[in-house]
């Protein structure tokens, strides 16, 4: 199976967009219809992904010290349980709280996106495991960091987003949803062109570089996609809010790192083959079927 091969696979799916980038060129663009090329797509919880790019800048820019600090920090009504949640719980989503999403399926967080108050709703939140043991999906984690985000640079975190991320990279035309008190979702939300998308895997690639410019810091981009906690069968292992693939968990034979989003959107790296891909489809039960194909992909040409 190559990559014609892959993008013909795709062609018989409800795939919209899927490209590659390798070896500094786009060596694959397939776009449905002509549409699809300039349309903005819901990303869903790749913008988890793009929320963990933010905090290594907060960090690198001095916002935050260390993402082993207290939430209680920066949130100081925090419930008496909760006083040692640091970042790092909510980065690797083992904060031990009572939170259903993933697992059994994919269910929608509904309570929580119709509350009145998100932030409160999630501290709320009664824990049942002990924190940093077991990673359990949590969108309300990833909205946290985004309020943290917010309250430690005083600007909103698509005001952050821009500044630092997507000017550089050009990137103009995206839309990100708010909570009722006007915070930028953390956990999904955004829209973005599928070209967009495949800016953000490049600028992993090359290890935080944007036409020599470091936008985040390699070291960051580095402990984000190492293997922290194992997840969910066939998903592979997580790291801070990315999902990790390898030999070990899931018999792919190169190291790779990737974003995922609900419905089969996907935003691929796999370092050694210097690869990027982007894959965006409308498979809302069968969002691990493009995974499946590119990771057969890689077994393949192994």
Same mark, same amino acid.
């Given at each position: @199976?190559?990559?014609? +091969?892959?993008?013909?696979?795709? $062609?018989?799916?409800?795939?919209?967009?899927?490209?590659?980038?390798?070896?500094?060129?786009?060596?694959? =663009?397939?776009?449905?219809?002509?549409?699809?090329? /300039?349309?903005?797509?819901?990303?869903?919880? !790749?913008?988890?992904?793009?929320?963990?790019?933010?905090?290594?800048?907060?960090? =690198? $820019?001095?916002?935050?010290?260390?993402?082993?600090?207290?939430?209680? +920090?920066?949130?100081?009504?925090?419930?008496?349980?909760?006083?040692?949640?640091?970042?790092?719980?909510?980065?690797?989503?083992?904060?031990?709280?009572?939170?259903?999403?993933?697992?059994?399926?994919? !269910?929608?967080?509904?309570?929580?996106?119709?509350? *009145? &108050?998100?932030?409160?709703?999630?501290?709320?939140?009664?824990?049942?495991? /002990?924190?940093?043991?077991?990673?359990?999906?949590?969108?309300?984690?990833?909205?946290?960091?985004?309020?943290?985000? *917010?309250?430690?640079?005083?600007?909103?975190?698509?005001?952050?987003?821009?500044?630092?991320?997507? =000017?550089?990279?050009?990137?103009?035309?995206?839309?990100?949803?708010?909570?009722?008190?006007?915070?930028?979702?953390?956990?999904?939300?955004?829209?973005?062109?599928?070209?967009? @998308?495949?800016?953000?895997? *490049?600028?992993?690639?090359?290890?935080?570089?944007? &036409?020599?410019?470091?936008?985040?810091?390699?070291?960051?981009?580095?402990?984000?996609?190492?293997?922290?906690?194992?997840?969910? +069968?066939?998903?592979?292992?997580?790291?801070?809010?990315?999902?990790?693939?390898?030999?070990?968990?899931?018999?792919?034979?190169?190291?790779?790192?990737?974003?995922?989003?609900?419905?089969?959107?996907?935003?691929?790296?796999?370092?050694?083959?210097?690869?990027?891909?982007?894959?965006?489809? /409308?498979?809302?039960?069968?969002?691990?079927?493009?995974?499946?194909?590119?990771?057969?992909?890689?077994?393949?040409?192994?």
């Amino acid at each position: @199976m190559n990559l014609s +091969e892959l993008e013909h696979t795709f $062609k018989k799916k409800k795939v919209n967009a899927f490209l590659v980038y390798q070896k500094g060129e786009i060596v694959t =663009e397939y776009y449905k219809t002509e549409k699809c090329a /300039q349309n903005v797509y819901k990303i869903n919880s !790749i913008t988890k992904s793009i929320i963990s790019i933010l905090i290594g800048i907060a960090l =690198e $820019k001095g916002y935050i010290h260390s993402i082993h600090t207290p939430i209680v +920090e920066w949130i100081p009504n925090m419930p008496k349980e909760k006083q040692l949640l640091t970042m790092y719980h909510l980065l690797t989503m083992t904060t031990g709280e009572d939170w259903k999403e993933f697992g059994d399926g994919v !269910i929608f967080p509904n309570d929580f996106v119709e509350s *009145q &108050n998100w932030i409160d709703y999630i501290l709320n939140k009664p824990i049942t495991k /002990q924190p940093g043991t077991k990673m359990n999906y949590n969108s309300g984690s990833s909205h946290v960091l985004s309020y943290i985000l *917010q309250l430690v640079t005083g600007m909103t975190t698509a005001a952050f987003v821009d500044k630092y991320l997507f =000017e550089p990279l050009h990137i103009t035309s995206y839309q990100w949803q708010q909570d009722p008190q006007g915070i930028f979702v953390g956990g999904f939300g955004m829209k973005m062109k599928p070209k967009d @998308m495949l800016k953000i895997g *490049q600028l992993c690639l090359q290890n935080g570089y944007w &036409n020599g410019q470091q936008l985040v810091s390699s070291n960051w981009i580095e402990q984000s996609h190492q293997k922290r906690f194992t997840t969910y +069968e066939r998903v592979g292992a997580y790291g801070y809010h990315w999902w990790i693939l390898d030999r070990e968990t899931c018999n792919v034979p190169y190291h790779t790192y990737f974003a995922m989003g609900y419905g089969g959107q996907y935003i691929l790296i796999v370092p050694q083959l210097e690869l990027t891909a982007v894959i965006s489809s /409308q498979m809302p039960k069968r969002g691990l079927v493009p995974l499946k194909l590119f990771v057969k992909y890689l077994q393949e040409m192994h």
